[in-house]
């Protein structure tokens, strides 16, 4: 299939994609589709099949059986690099290059002329807080400082597609907000960024669909909210007492199915969380203890993320 047989509606295309390390089936035959303009999220344990997936839909290796499609183009062909963009977990900017070194480098590497490159090359370093070092050494850089630069070196050739490795790990609050702000920005202005990440509440916060993989296979694809919303008995009433209390007692109370200790909060996690409210009420009393702070909480990506995954352990 050619660029203009593809579904256009569909930026990334997987059909059958497979991957054996000897014995090791690390990608099982998966299949799904990205939209145009998706925010994307891929989501899956350790040794799940994340990374070996990313690596042959970036051609950095093939795949064994199926294929993969990045706006009609194979994965790994010239036509498909030249319009993703790859933002690795670990920075690999040329450390005894400036960032302003760097990022003309990248633009010679894809062909963009030489005054939109610097005008680009100005446009990012500011809007990415590296303006002031952008003549420094990128080995004087900061972990944070060298993530964002990454970001803006993908970005100079101006691409189609983004894929993200962890943008955010290990950055400090503020450099982590900044590169989600940006990335938020890019996709409003019609960018598809597909993003591999262990952090379900970035996910939660930044994705329209996620897909979860394990162990070779996808379990689950859907909308953050509807795989939230389709965990069941994972309603959650935190609450805090004055006193101290025997989670053994929470435990027995009617309608709870499991006590999770959080600090000086106690998680109960129910299949009806309006009448355990009233029972807590009764327990107070009972107890001799105030209640002070009771919030409802509904179930999180991280919920339904273990739920899927301990599922599909407990079926293989």
């Not at 994307?40 to 499609?69: E, Y």
């Not at 982590?176 to 920005?185: E, I």
Request: with cysteine.
């Amino acid at each position: 299939m050619t660029g203009n047989e593809s579904d256009q509606s569909f930026i990334i295309e997987v059909n059958g994609l497979t991957k054996r390390y000897g014995q090791l089936l690390a990608v099982d035959g998966i299949s799904f589709k990205v939209r145009r303009g998706e925010f994307f999220g891929f989501l899956g344990p350790n040794g799940a099949g994340k990374t070996t997936t990313v690596r042959m839909l970036t051609g950095v290796i093939k795949a064994d059986a199926g294929n993969a499609l990045i706006m009609g183009f194979g994965s790994g062909s010239l036509k498909a690099k030249q319009i993703t963009g790859v933002i690795p977990e670990t920075a690999n900017a040329y450390g005894d290059l400036s960032a302003s070194g760097n990022m003309m480098l990248m633009a010679k590497l894809y062909g963009v002329p030489s005054t939109e490159a610097k005008k680009r090359s100005n446009d990012y370093l500011h809007a990415l807080g590296l303006w002031e070092r952008s003549g420094s050494l990128v080995r004087t850089y900061s972990k944070g400082m060298k993530q964002r630069l990454v970001l803006a070196m993908a970005l100079i050739s101006d691409p189609e597609v983004l894929f993200l490795d962890e943008p955010t790990s290990g950055l400090d609050v503020q450099s982590a907000r900044l590169m989600k702000d940006l990335l938020r920005d890019l996709n409003a202005r019609g960018k598809t960024l597909f993003l591999t990440t262990h952090n379900m509440d970035e996910a939660s916060q930044l994705c329209d669909r996620v897909a979860i993989i394990n162990k070779g296979k996808i379990v689950a694809i859907d909308s953050p909210e509807r795989l939230r919303m389709a965990i069941s008995g994972r309603n959650c009433i935190e609450v805090s007492f004055s006193d101290s209390v025997n989670p053994d007692a929470l435990m027995q109370l009617h309608g709870v199915n499991t006590v999770e200790k959080v600090g000086d909060r106690y998680r109960l996690y129910t299949d009806s969380p309006s009448e355990l409210v009233t029972t807590l009420a009764d327990y107070s009393c009972t107890a001799g203890v105030k209640i002070v702070s009771l919030n409802m909480l509904a179930p999180s990506l991280e919920d339904a993320f273990v739920a899927l995954t301990e599922n599909e352990d407990e079926h293989a």
